[in-house]
Each structure stands twice: as structure tokens, then as C-alpha cells.
């Protein structure tokens, strides 16, 4: 009986308007992001630079070697945790294994939020859920990032999930719910430190908002209980993950996470771009930051997925419809400000905070404004919801206006689909990287490794170096080579060690990014190192072979 029931509800669910809505888009959401998947070496290919420093982290993480203590990394650990069972697929198959099943999963991780927003906004009607999940579904910056394995996914996946459970209709849970959703909450925090924003926005909400009305001390008593239950959840759902690790090395841990992070210089990107990427104007932006209809792969958008972010700069546009997009949600929310949920103040609040996130760090890359996503997502919705009740004919127009929108993000999924279906990414085989099976590589970019299959269990002697951007930020505490690490004797002479150990080296194109080179050190790497036949045509970098290792004579400069 009871199943029956809550199959019925389950149908109830699903069926109704919202419900059939909410499938829809996440229906649209997976078949744009598992096309992005299928194009040629996207799957199995080096399309990124994180994702082989988190899985390859997860490999030696069961094989017994600690981040922070054995190797650099500058993330918490709730990355490495989640990909452990995916690790476990390169013990019984390839670490290209693993990463295939690991791109799959951050696909999954990413359409799984559009119904976790949906349902946040649902009680507001089929109007609030189209706009709120469609937007999730097609934004930019949301597909590029879920195309490989990245952090903000996944983070936002754990936001999300804790928002659900805090809300119920748009209004603050009982205080059982607010801890498991701080415990789902704190466990994106050791994800990306990032989630702490929307984090620490929640916490406030529960201190000010009330359960209704009354000012007893009945209702100050239960905003404590509120507080103290969700707070609680956050600092269990953090420490519980990180604080076996960080106690390994507390020392690095907190300056690797904390103070290198916020200390690092980056290749300054201009906020027009920022803004071109947050409000989603990439989709019709040229490599070159024109606006251009036809651009297909040499979009901003199709070419987000690259590892490099453009640099160049996207004219007054981004500033425009930025401009524009905020006068229209200060409209939305002013509107209809006292019939503004709590939940409604506590996405746009942490929209805002996101945003002001990812303007103001130094450094910036594509996938920094998918933390913002899901956010703008629930805000563009409750704004569409109280501008559209605004208009007198509404009722009547209702049906119309809803089947229009619907139109309208179909037809924009099927451009973002033309966009992205030439690209292709560069796949190499074992035999072509020219590295025997088992030798001591280290390598400036991991991902290259794991798709040429040569990410092997680590050996004595052997340089262990996951995360080469990671290793000159902890040797020179904080010193990235954008602010001058080549400056830092000590830095470059720890380079040198490392190479000096190394069987083989494998050079990524953009090397000279991570790896603090000098004249001296460049001398002395080409007397040390010969190179071999590059990897593919494709321009993953070079191989190179230890002279005196090999007893050959000295390696050719050229």
C-alpha cells in the first residue's frame, strides 16, 4: 500500500505541468551536454588541464600518496574523494578509462541540477519552471565546464542538493532538514572553497527570517535552533572530509588552499570578457570578441572548453547587457518585494556574491562563472515569475508566452549544438608518445599522460608532480609565474631537481605557464634532454629523453 502510494505521488509529481517541464529540460540539458561529448576526442582526449590533476590525485590517492604531504595541490580534498571510485577503473582497466567515466559522471553531475532547480521554484507554476530550468540547461558556461571533470559542477551539484533540502515552497525547513542540507552544503565547501558565498548567505537567513508571524520568544528560540542546526551541518560536512588531510600537513595545507590561492598572479583577462561569459553572450561572440552569428567553433562558446582563456577583450556589449539584466531583476525583485520568498532574496544574494567572485579574483577561466549558473538561473526565474503576474492579461496570455519561451531555448540549444558539433579534441595513443610502459615521466600537464595511458603508480625516486601550477605555487609560497617565480632561486633550482630525476619529460604548449624557466635552466635542459618524436600533430607539445640516462651523446638545441 504504501508503495503504491508513493508511487502515485512520484507520478503525481512528474505529470503535472512543472513536473513535465522539469523533464524537458533536463532532457535538453544531457543531450547538448552528451553531444558536446561525442565529438572526436572529447570523450578520451586531452581537453583540459584540471581534470588530470583531479583524477590523476584520486589514482595516487588509493595508491597511498596524500595530497598536501606527498604531492602539491591547491583544492580541498572533496574532489579527490568523490573520483576515488573512479580511480578504482584504472586499477582493473586505464587511467583513459577512468577519465571517460569521469567526464560521464561530470556530465550527469551538471543535468542533475536543472530538475534540483526546477524543483526549488515549482511552487511558483509552469512559467517560473520553464524559465528557471532552461536557462540552467542552456547556459554557456554550465555545458563548456561539464564537458570533463572540474570542480564547479560538482560543487554546484552539492549546493544545490542543500538547497532543496533548507526550502520547502520557498520557506526556511525545520531545523532537521537545515542540517542535513548544511552537511550537503559543507560538503561542496570541500569541494571548492567558493561554496562558503551562498554558505555563509544561508546562515543569515536563518538568524533574520522568522517562521511567520509574531515576535515571541518562541520564534527567536526556533531561528537559533535554525542557526545553530544548519551551521552545525556546514562545519560537519566540511571537516569530516578535510580534516584527515589537513592534519597530515597543516602548515601546507592552509597556505597550498588558502593564502597561495589568494596570492596568485594571473594573465589579467579584461571584465568585458568576464561579463561575456557571465551574462552568456559567448554564444555569439567570435574568438576575437565580435559579434558574429556564424563564428561555429571559433566561438567564445564552442571554444571555452579550451584549457587557455582568451585574453581578448568583448567591446561595450558585455557592459550593456549587464547594465540592462540588473535594471530588469532590481525591477522584478522591487516589484513585488513583499511577496518575495526567502528563497528567492537568498539566490539573488548569492548570485550577486558569485558574481562579485569571479569580476574581482585574478585570475579567471571558463568555467569560474558556472559557479554563478545556477543561481542567476533561480533569480531570472522568480524575476520572469513577478513580471509576468505584473501584466494584466497574464491568465490569457499565459499558455502563449509559455510555449514561446519554450521555443525560444530549444532554439538556442540547437544553435549552441551547430556551434560545438566541428570540435574536435587530440587523442593519442600509447605507442606514439614514445615513452615505455612503467618509465619515470613527470610531465607539466598530467591530463596528457593519463590519455597516452602513461599515468603509472609512483616509485621510489621517481618525481611525483600532479599539479606542476600547484608545485611552483607551495615552492615559492604563493608565487605563481605570471608574479616572477623565475625570480626565485630556490623555485628554479627545485625544477631542476625534479628534472634531473626524471626518465622522461613531456611538455605541454602551455609550459611555460607553470614551470618557471630561466636561460640558465633552459641551457641546461636542452644539454640534459633530447627530444623525441612530438606525441600527434595536434599540438600536444614535446617528449624528451634524459641524455645521461640513455648514454647517448648531447641533445640537439634545435
Known sequence: MRRRLRWARLRAYWLAPQGIVMLAATLLALAIRVFTLTRPGYITGVTEYDDGVYLGGAIRLLQGALPYQNWAFVQPPGILLLMSPVALIAKVGTATDAMATARVLTALASTACVPMAGSLLRYRGTFVTLVTCGALAIYPDDITTAHTLILEPWMNLFLLLGACLAFRRGHLAFPQRLLWAGVAIGFAGAVKYWAALPAVALLVLCVVTGPGAGRGAWHSALRVRRAACYAGGVLAGFLVPVLPFALTAPSVFVRSTLFDQAARAGTSVPQSLRLAHITGLIDFLSSTGHLSLAAGVHSMFASGGAAATSTTGAGWLP????????????????????????????????????????????????????????????????????????????????????????????????????????????????????????????????????????????????????????????????????????????????????????????????????????????????????????????????????????????????
Open 319 to 558: 557592459f550593456a547587457v549587464a547594465l540592462v539584466g540588473v535594471g530588469v531583476i532590481a525591477i522584478g525583485y522591487c516589484w513585488n518585494a513583499g511577496r518575495m520568498s526567502p528563497l528567492e532574496w537568498f539566490a539573488l544574494v548569492s548570485a550577486a556574491l558569485a558574481i562579485a567572485a569571479v569580476l574581482s579574483y585574478s585570475a579567471f577561466f571558463y568555467h569560474y562563472p558556472d559557479f554563478a549558473a545556477p543561481w542567476l538561473a533561480l533569480t531570472v526565474g522568480a524575476v520572469a515569475g513577478s513580471l509576468a503576474h505584473a501584466v494584466a492579461e497574464w491568465t490569457r496570455a499565459q499558455r502563449v508566452v509559455i510555449a514561446g519561451t519554450g521555443v525560444v531555448i530549444l532554439a538556442l540549444a540547437v544553435f549552441q549544438a551547430s556551434e560545438v558539433s566541428g570540435l574536435r579534441a587530440p587523442n593519442i595513443s600509447a605507442d606514439a608518445a614514445a615513452i615505455p610502459a612503467g618509465a619515470c615521466l613527470v610531465t607539466d600537464q598530467t591530463s596528457l599522460a593519463i590519455a597516452a595511458d602513461r599515468f603509472t603508480a609512483a616509485r621510489p625516486g621517481c618525481p611525483d608532480i600532479m599539479d606542476s601550477l600547484a608545485a611552483t605555487l607551495v615552492l615559492s609560497d604563493g608565487v605563481s609565474v605570471q608574479g616572477g617565480a623565475a625570480d626565485l632561486p630556490d623555485v628554479v633550482a627545485a625544477w631542476k631537481k625534479t628534472f634531473s630525476e626524471a626518465q622522461y619529460v613531456w611538455l605541454s604548449p602551455n609550459n611555460a605557464r607553470r614551470i618557471p624557466w630561466t636561460p640558465a635552466l633552459q641551457l641546461w635542459f636542452i644539454t640534459h634532454f633530447q627530444v623525441l618524436q612530438s606525441p600527434g600533430p595536434d599540438g600536444l607539445g614535446d617528449v624528451y629523453e634524459q641524455v645521461s640516462l640513455t648514454g647517448t651523446g648531447p641533445a640537439q638545441s634545435g
